[in-house]
């Protein structure tokens, strides 16, 4: 999940692969998103074992209490 860093996600998922990580879906959103709720939905689709965040600040923050609604187990890692 990730407010568009569009270049280090391509970087993350070519290097992934050197490391045996699959990533099945990157999803993007717009800066000024306040409803990360079908964002999250979308992200949990695939049944990942970890979700990486790209996000920032609050939005961090309300993308995990989102996920914690859906998945309460969710993996998760990212820059916080």
């Known amino acids: 999940i990730s407010e568009g860093w569009a270049l280090g996600l391509g970087v993350l998922k070519e290097e992934a692969l050197q490391y045996g990580i699959t990533v099945d879906m990157i999803v993007e959103f ?10 999250v939905t979308k992200a949990l689709q695939k049944n990942p074992e970890y ?29 916080f």
Do not use: C, H
């Not at 717009?30 to 964002?39: K, N």
């Not at 990486?52 to 998945?71: P, S, Y």
């Open 30 to 39: 717009l800066a000024d998103t306040s409803d990360f709720r079908p964002i």
């Open 51 to 79: 979700v990486i965040l790209n996000t920032w600040g609050n939005d961090t923050a309300t993308v995990i209490r989102r996920m914690r609604e859906q998945r309460p187990e969710q993996k998760f890692t990212g820059y």
